[in-house]
């Protein structure tokens, strides 16, 4: 067990509606990563947070976001839904704001119908 | 750029036979390196990293991994091969000359089947 949490564990929705994917780092880690998986294109990462504030970004869509609250966990919130957007979606976390090992959680199957 | 090339999707092995699963890169300065491991429902396990120092990296679960400058490669080895090794295995990227927090960037992964 990694010791990061991510709910739930599979969503299943319809084209254009908005869902929430929820993550808990690691007790101490103050960094959150996200990161979508899919057949095609592999691990992307998505975006980075950094105690509350937002670090890097990657190949994020405008349709989707992310915060990470004073507790320090993180939510994706993915709007629009498109069946493209059906993936893995999968919550790291580390200590500090740098890449050097990252702890992932179990992820959140998302499919689009 | 960073990139990562793991030029075989599956990589088939006897149990008790060693195995290698290959890794090159491509970044402009020099490289901090990373191999991660999936296992069938579960997220990614971190395994082991090169940053500096000895070329030879050991890591968890008996893998180890050798850093070759000149071919700009980073390839997993495990002298003997267990049917549980079987599992998804992706190297990853960062280039140390840019920021701490510059995203990883991973390759596509290899599956790994260990035969018994």
């Known amino acids: 067990d990694s010791g990061v949490t991510q709910t739930p564990k599979h969503l299943i929705t319809a084209t254009g509606q908005r869902v929430t994917l929820r993550c808990s780092p690691r007790?101490?880690?103050?960094?959150v990563y996200w990161y979508q998986q899919s057949l095609d294109q592999g691990l992307q990462f998505l975006i980075q947070?950094?105690?509350?504030?937002?670090?890097a970004k990657g190949n994020i869509l405008e349709r989707f976001s992310a915060q990470q609250f004073p507790d320090l966990h993180s939510e994706l919130n993915l709007s629009s839904l498109e069946l493209g957007d059906s993936a893995l979606y999968f919550c790291?976390?580390?200590?500090?704001?740098?890449?050097?090992?990252?702890?992932f959680g179990s992820g959140t199957q998302l499919s689009v119908l | 750029a960073q990139s990562v090339a793991q030029p075989e999707d599956q990589v088939n092995v006897a149990e008790g036979n060693p195995l290698t699963v290959k890794c090159t890169y491509s970044?402009?300065?020099?490289?901090?390196l990373f191999w991660y491991v999936q296992y069938p429902n579960r997220g990614l396990q971190f395994l082991l990293k090169?940053?500096?120092?000895?070329?030879l990296v050991k890591g968890s679960y008996g893998f180890e991994a050798e850093f070759n400058k000149s071919q700009t490669s980073f390839h997993l080895k495990k002298p003997s091969a267990l049917v549980s090794d079987s599992a998804l295995y992706f190297c990853?990227?960062?280039?140390?000359?840019?920021?701490?927090?510059?995203?990883?960037?991973f390759g596509k992964g290899t599956r790994l089947s260990v035969i018994a």
């Open positions: 790291a976390s580390s200590v500090r704001d740098t890449n050097e090992k990252l702890f």
């Open positions: 007790s101490g880690d103050l960094s």
């Open positions: 947070y950094y105690n509350g504030e937002e670090r």
């Open positions: 970044v402009s300065g020099n490289p901090y």
């Open positions: 090169y940053i500096t120092g000895d070329n």
């Open positions: 990853a990227v960062r280039d140390a000359s840019l920021s701490g927090n510059t995203p990883l960037v």
